[in-house]
């Protein structure tokens, strides 16, 4: 890259961080949408299988 691409590069950065952000971009705190589901959530419980014989799990 060359010093004058530089200095493109880095006025058009400059011009970016001044520039105001527009009313759609604006966050809005009061906007709600409700409580997020989990990702893993795939419906309702599944069934407890139990261990054969002689195993064991722990956690």
């Not at 880095?10 to 952000?21: G, I, N, Q, S």
Request: charged share 20%.
């Amino acid at each position: 890259m060359s010093e004058a691409e530089f200095n493109l590069l880095l006025e058009e950065v400059r011009t970016a961080m001044t520039m105001e952000p527009e009313e759609e971009f604006v966050p809005r705190a009061w906007m709600s949408f409700g409580v997020p589901s989990a990702a893993n959530d795939n419906g309702p419980n599944w069934p407890l299988v139990p261990f054969p014989d002689g195993w064991f799990a722990a956690c």
